[in-house]
């Protein structure tokens, strides 16, 4: 009998004995190769001796400070690497223990930035329908996915919300990506306009769309646009990067390969590899200044921020990165990922979409490739495909709701950085034998 609260209490769970590179292998023997690396994590693999020793080397000198009382070493080192490689402008780095954490963060500091200015009237962030941005009341509370609000919405602020950019399930057929993308980019205009332009604190959204919707990247321009009308009304953009950040898409931060720098941005998962709990919130010397200049204190904390073991585990984590070229690896990989994965599932009956960037991948399910229609959600083909998978000793990161919150399914792939061409065909052999045995299960002839 367990004593530990899981997050579901139907069924068990293998037990994790210990990591080999790519894969886990848990207290039966059994090898499972981690091919969403947990939910975009472990973008080192498993057992990294250079990341352990870090890890080790600061428990000797130091576990932990409180960032009330010191600053320390390894913090200082992270964000002087990491804000040297950040987009333009953004300089300062504050360093929590989670996604969730970071947003929260990201939230709190842009409203004292505008309370900072004179300009408390400011209360409304606008977030995009089918967005995830955590777990905590205030994420959760700006995120736009509507199971994981509904039974919370009572004690949730109000939500603002705008069209994601979803060209599978949105583009007129006569658009181009890049004229469906401005479209898109401009229902933000509309909503500004409606709330009244001097209300808004920022737009909040996923550079890539990771949990609730698989890999959904930007359009062309679509993110340029966002950028050009934020500025054009003075409100913040807040990019979340929690999971397709950090190389995930084959540069250190998604927005990046969009030619965009946010105001604000929220980093975590592949921050750390997983090493230890880590995240990150960077912002621009603007908003740093207010606050140093205003009240000289952001009104916001969490007793781990800065913790100098995750800090050193985290800088280890990136140093790995860099010095062997591993985004490199990212890009090529991913494209290798990419093409497997169209010649499995390019004319698979229920693959309906195969999209993203870097070793970020999804396939979106459906039950009928012309129509886009999806498949019933009573079936929980998404549970199925987690269950098959993990039996031929596959993670992946099945999802539902992919459309609505209700409606809608797709796989997600994050392996990590290190895997080499072997493991690709690995992922897309046993993935393949999943979806065959799911749909099977589901009583779907594939």
Known sequence: MTHVFHRTSKGSLPVASHGDGVYIVD??????????????????????????????????????????????????????????????????????????ESIEASLKLARQYFVERGEPQRKHFIARKQ??????????????????????????????????CYPYRDKDPDETLEA?????????????????????????????????????APTPG????????????????????????????????????????????????????????????FCTADIYDAIRDGSGFFQHGHTYMGH??????????????????????VRAKGDALSAALTARFGNHPYVGDIRGRGLFRALELVSDRGSKEPLDPSLQ?????????MARGLIC???????????????????????EDAHVGEIVDKLDQALQAAFAEAGLAA
């Open 27 to 100: 207290t039966d023997g059994r090898r499972y190769l981690d091919a969403s690396g947990g939910a975009a994590v472990s973008c080192l693999g498993h057992s990294h001796p250079r990341v352990i020793q870090a890890i080790k080397d600061q428990v000797d000198k130091i576990a932990f400070v409180h960032s009330g009382f010191f600053t320390n070493d390894a913090a200082e080192a992270l964000a002087a690497k990491l804000t040297a490689k950040a987009p333009a402008g953004l300089d300062y780095m504050y360093i929590v223990s989670s996604g969730s």
């Open 131 to 164: 967005s995830y941005h955590g777990n905590t009341l205030g994420a959760l509370a700006v995120g736009g996915n509507m199971w994981r609000r509904e039974q919370f919405g009572p004690i949730l602020v109000d939500g603002n919300y705008v069209p994601p």
């Open 180 to 216: 469906y993308g401005l479209r898109i980019a401009d229902a933000l205009e509309t909503r500004i306009q409606e709330l009244g332009p001097d209300t808004v604190i920022g737009f909040v959204a996923e550079t890539v769309v990771g949990a609730t919707a698989g890999a959904l």
């Open 222 to 281: 679509y993110l340029k646009r966002i950028r050009e009308i934020c500025d054009r009304y003075g409100i913040l953009l807040i990019l979340d990067e929690v999971m397709c950040g950090m190389g995930r898409t084959g540069s250190l931060f998604a927005c990046e390969q969009d030619g965009v720098a946010p105001d604000i941005l929220a980093v975590a998962k592949g921050l750390g590899a997983g090493y230890q709990p880590i995240g990150a919130m």
């Open 308 to 329: 100098p073991t995750a800090c050193a585990a985290a800088l280890a984590v990136q140093s790995e990165i860099e010095e062997q070229e591993l985004l490199t690896n």
């Open 381 to 389: 083909i998404h549970a199925k495909i987690k269950k098959q998978a």
């Open 397 to 419: 990161y099945p999802g539902g709701g992919t459309i609505d919150g209700k409606r809608g399914n797709h796989v997600l792939l994050a392996p990590p950085f290190i895997i």
